[in-house]
T-cell receptor
Framework: NAGVTQTPKFQVLKTGQSMTLQCAQDMNHEYMSWYRQDPGMGLRLIHYSVGAGITDQGEVPNGYNVSRSTTEDFPLRLLSAAPSQTSVYFCASKLQVLDTEAFFGQGTRLTVV | GENVEQHPSTLSVQEGDSAVIKCTYS??????FPWYKQELGKGPQLIIDIRSNVGEKKDQRIAVTLNKTAKHFSLHITETQPEDSAVYFCAASKETGANNLFFGTGTRLTVIP
């Protein structure tokens, strides 16, 4: 079972560049979300989606855009990368928003120089 | 919003000893408390969770306790093994209608053979 798949695993960007972090799940989960993980700060929610066509902001949404055109995919876009966006990014999904167990991808380590 | 504090940040134990990780939360409305284990290079994985209507839950060598009055919950690992070495995160959430898990800052557990 593939579960939650994130690509790429590693990425280095220059300040001002844009890129898209990909997330795909094959479990037919309605709920998907993006977190960033910074040293000493745990995981913080960036954006989430409760179903195709529906997205909303989390705790730290500035500098990021998302879309949910299909149930399977939930890409995260950095429009103009900044060094403050250097982090490890995790995508997670749940069957439904009120379900308890969230399944995480393996993460994308992003460095902005 | 919710604020989750986690202690200690690092913990080293001898194989076979017990390990205890403690978390406190600020929002009395939080009613769901999962624990995640993150191994090197992988995403967090749910290992045990507890709801506010339960004071303790066990799963083999792992147990979680919850004190709603004091707003703190703890993870207990008995008979630790080297494969228990990982970073452990606690989290808190309001299940009903909530779309966010608020994470603690993590505890790096090292089990010394």
């Amino acid at each position: 079972n593939a579960g939650v798949t994130q690509t790429p695993k590693f990425q280095v960007l220059k300040t001002g560049q844009s890129m898209t972090l990909q997330c795909a799940q094959d479990m037919n989960h309605e709920y998907m979300s993006w977190y960033r993980q910074d040293p000493g700060m745990g995981l913080r929610l960036i954006h989430y989606s409760v179903g195709a066509g529906i997205t909303d902001q989390g705790e730290v949404p500035n500098g990021y855009n998302v879309s949910r055109s299909t149930t399977e995919d939930f890409p995260l876009r950095l429009l103009s990368a900044a060094p403050s966006q250097t982090s490890v990014y995790f995508c997670a999904s749940k069957l439904q928003v009120l379900d308890t167990e969230a399944f995480f991808g393996q993460g994308t380590r992003l460095t902005v120089v | 919003g919710e604020n989750v504090e986690q202690h200690p940040s690092t913990l080293s134990v001898q194989e076979g000893d017990s390990a205890v990780i403690k978390c406190t939360y600020s929002d009395s409305a939080s009613n769901y408390f999962p624990w995640y284990k993150q191994e090197l290079g992988k995403g967090p994985q749910l290992i045990i969770d507890i709801r506010s209507n339960v004071g303790e839950k066990k799963d083999q060598r792992i147990a979680v306790t919850l004190n709603k009055t004091a707003k703190h919950f703890s993870l207990h690992i008995t008979e630790t093994q080297p494969e228990d070495s990982a970073v452990y995160f606690c989290a808190a959430s309001k299940e009903t209608g909530a779309n966010n898990l608020f994470f603690g800052t993590g505890t790096r557990l090292t089990v010394i053979p």
